[in-house]
C-alpha cells in the first residue's frame, strides 16, 4: 500500500478539530487505512510534525492531503461529497491527436483549472499527487504520464502529435539550454530520478510531444516538461496534459487531478473541458467527464453479506458517508441506484457498494457468527 506523508496541523485544521495519536489511529482503523507513523516526537527545531498513512492501491483518491480530508469528513458526516461543475460547459480549448501518435502513446487527454491559488503547501501536494500516481496507478509511467502547466505561457488550440527527436527541440524544466529530443536522451541518461524513465521512448523513431498553436513545446512525453510553461506558486490557469498507453487509466488521472485540485480554483471544484479531437480513431471525446457513474446493488445482497437487516434509508445513510450517492430504484423495491463519483474508480462491482457499507456500518458492529456448513 502506498504511504502518504502529510502535514499534521493541516490535516487536523481540515477535519475540524485535533487528535491524539490514539484517536486518529482509531479513526484511521475504522475507515480502512492505517497511520503508520506521527514523527510529532522525532522533528527537529522548525520542523512540522506530519502523519504518514499507509492507503489502499485502488484509493487513487486519497493520495494527498486533499483527498484523506475530503474523504474522512464525508465519513464523519462534516460533509458531502463535491458536485463538480464545467466552466464553461462547451470547451474553448481543443487538443488534436495526430495519427502519428498511434504508434507509441495513442491516448491523451486535458484539462484546464482557472484562477487557482496555490500556497507553498497545496503546490508541494500538488506535485506529490503526480508524483504518487505516476508510481503506482501509471507504472512508472508507462501506462499514463502528466504534465501540468502555466497556461498563461501557451497558446491553443494544441497537438499532440510523434516526430523524430531530431525535430523536438526546447529548453527542458529547470534547464537553460535547449536540447533536441537526442540531446535529451543523452543529457537525462544518468539522471536519478529521469533517467529511469527513458527507456520508454528510447528506442522509438518517433517521440511523442505536445505543441501549442505556434509550436512551441509544452512536454515531450512520458519524460519531462518544457522550462517555458513551468508551473510556479504565482501560477493561476494550469493545464494539465494526460498521455499514455491505456486510455481507461488516462480518464482516471485526469478525473483524479481535477477532482482533487479544483477546490482552489476562483470557482470551487470548477474545471473547464478541453474537447480532444482524434479522428483517426474515433476517440474523440471532451474532458474530464465528470458524470457520476450509475451502478446497482441489491439492498438483500448488502444485508445477506454483512448479517444484517437494515432498512433502504440506513443502507443510503452509510453509503452516503463513503461519498456515494445513492437512491431507491423507482421500481425495485430490493434495488439501489447508486451514483459513484468521479473520485471512486475503485467501486466496480456490487460487492464494492457493499464494502463501503460494511466500513460505514462499523466492522466493529458486526454480529460475529459461526458459518454454516453445507451438508
Same mark, same amino acid.
Given at each position: 500500500m502506498p504511504t502518504v506523508a502529510v502535514d499534521k496541523e493541516d490535516l487536523y485544521q481540515l477535519l475540524g478539530r485535533s487528535y491524539t495519536t490514539e484517536e486518529f489511529d482509531e479513526l484511521c482503523f475504522e475507515f480502512g487505512i492505517e497511520l503508520d507513523e506521527d514523527t510529532t516526537n522525532d522533528c527537529?527545531?522548525?520542523e512540522r510534525p506530519q502523519l504518514k498513512i499507509e492507503i489502499p492501491a485502488n484509493r487513487y483518491d486519497m493520495l494527498c492531503i486533499?483527498?484523506?480530508?475530503?474523504?474522512l469528513n464525508e465519513y464523519l458526516g462534516r460533509s458531502s461529497a463535491p458536485a463538480y461543475s464545467l466552466q464553461p460547459a462547451v470547451p474553448q480549448v481543443t487538443m488534436t491527436i495526430k495519427e502519428s501518435t498511434s504508434t507509441i502513446r495513442p491516448y491523451a487527454a486535458a484539462a484546464i483549472l482557472r484562477g487557482i491559488k496555490f500556497t507553498q503547501r497545496s503546490y508541494d501536494s500538488f506535485i506529490a499527487l503526480q508524483d504518487k500516481l505516476h508510481t503506482n496507478l501509471c507504472r512508472n509511467r508507462t501506462l499514463v504520464a502528466m504534465g501540468t502547466h502555466d497556461l498563461d505561457t501557451l497558446e491553443g488550440p494544441f497537438t499532440y502529435e510523434a516526430l523524430p527527436p531530431s525535430e523536438i527541440t526546447f529548453i527542458p524544466l529547470n534547464q537553460t539550454k535547449a536540447m533536441d529530443g537526442n540531446q535529451l536522451m543523452e543529457f537525462y541518461e544518468k539522471d536519478k530520478n529521469l533517467g529511469k524513465y527513458l527507456h520508454i521512448i528510447k528506442d522509438s523513431p518517433v517521440f511523442p510531444v505536445i505543441l501549442d498553436k505556434n509550436r512551441n513545446v509544452a512536454s515531450m512525453p512520458p519524460i519531462i516538461n518544457s522550462d517555458r510553461s513551468k508551473i510556479t506558486l504565482e501560477t493561476t490557469n494550469v493545464f494539465l496534459d494526460i498521455t499514455g498507453t491505456d486510455k481507461t487509466k488516462v480518464a482516471i488521472v485526469v478525473n483524479q487531478l481535477v477532482a482533487m485540485f479544483s477546490r482552489y480554483c476562483s470557482t470551487p471544484f470548477s474545471i473547464e473541458p478541453v474537447n480532444v479531437v482524434s479522428e483517426h480513431n474515433k476517440e474523440t471525446r471532451v474532458f474530464p467527464d465528470i458524470k457520476p457513474r450509475l451502478m446497482q446493488?441489491?439492498?438483500?445482497?448488502?444485508?445477506s453479506? /454483512?448479517? /444484517?437487516? /437494515?432498512?433502504?434509508d440506513t443502507i443510503i445513510q452509510l453509503l452516503k458517508k463513503m461519498g456515494l450517492q445513492p437512491k431507491?430504484?423507482?421500481s425495485k423495491n430490493d434495488l439501489l441506484d447508486v451514483y459513484i463519483?468521479?473520485?471512486?474508480p475503485d467501486v466496480l462491482h456490487q460487492c464494492d457498494i457493499m464494502e463501503d457499507a460494511s466500513i460505514a456500518y462499523g466492522y466493529n458492529n458486526l454480529v460475529k457468527t459461526q458459518a454454516q456448513s453445507q451438508a
Open positions: 527537529a527545531k522548525g486533499e483527498g484523506i480530508a475530503q474523504a446493488a441489491e439492498i438483500s445482497y448488502i444485508n453479506c /454483512l448479517g /444484517l437487516n /437494515l432498512d433502504v431507491q430504484n423507482e463519483p468521479i473520485t471512486r
